[in-house]
């Protein structure tokens, strides 16, 4: 069964703050992702890996970053944080390539407060 | 703009009768599609997909129909029960693993 972990459920930051999400994953996964899902604008891509310090930029990158020093791995930062990024973020991994094994396994959220 | 389009944000449907979901895509280089659903608080599970050389996928009381000349899919459930009460969000894959979501339906089934 696989599973996805994050660090955290619930945050709260203040403005200017640095912040990490960390994400963690046990199927020896390739890809990992990490989403942001805000009401009426569904999950947007900010980041993925298809490998260890590997990263692409998703549809909205600007304003994070992203670490992956480890296959199982992968962090999401935020370096100075601002209020619009209140926000629930969601990290996702999945097999690679083959697309009827397109199926991303999402952990539980971090819900995201910046004050 | 939105490649993945959930035009209805919100469902209700009594228990036991059929729930209909759509979704409309834009991008003729989608060439798998899948449904997502969603629990509060919870992380997307995967539903069940589809590939774009197919038109129907059956699992249990969940298909999904596709549509590739209109660019449309639709997720139907049936019966519905309460437990299927969540957000279900559509998700398209064009190019080397991008996944496109839409911005999700959330359906309540009444009991």
């Known amino acids: 069964d696989v599973k996805v972990t994050q660090s955290s459920r619930y945050l709260v930051k203040r403005t200017g703050e640095k912040v990490f999400l960390e994400c963690v994953q046990d199927?020896?996964?390739?890809?990992m992702f990490w989403y942001r899902q805000d009401p009426g604008l569904g999950l947007r891509l900010i980041y993925f890996s298809y490998d260890v310090k590997m990263k692409e930029k998703g549809d909205i990158p600007e304003g994070y970053s992203v670490s992956r020093e480890k296959k199982e791995r992968f962090s999401l930062i935020l370096e100075s944080a601002s209020t619009n990024q209140t926000s629930m973020y969601l990290c996702?991994?999945?097999?690679?390539?083959?697309?009827?094994?397109?199926?991303?396994?999402f952990g539980p959220g971090t819900r995201l407060l910046v004050l | 703009d939105q490649q993945v389009k959930q035009n209805s944000p919100s469902l209700s449907v009594q228990e036991g009768r059929i729930s209909i979901l759509n979704c409309d895509y834009t991008n003729s280089m989608f060439d798998y599609f899948l449904w997502y659903k969603k629990y509060p608080a919870e992380g997307p599970t995967f539903l069940i997909s589809i590939s774009s050389i197919k038109d129907k996928n059956e699992d249990g009381r969940f298909t999904v129909f596709l549509n590739k000349s209109a660019k449309h899919l639709s997720l139907h459930i049936v019966p519905s029960q309460p437990g299927d009460s969540a957000v279900y969000f559509c998700?398209?894959?064009?190019?080397?693993?991008?996944?496109?979501f839409g911005i999700g339906t959330k359906l309540q089934v009444i009991p």
């Open positions: 199927m020896d996964h390739e890809n």
């Open positions: 998700a398209a894959v064009g190019g080397y693993q991008k996944v496109t």
């Open positions: 996702a991994s999945s097999f690679p390539s083959q697309r009827d094994q397109e199926t991303q396994y």
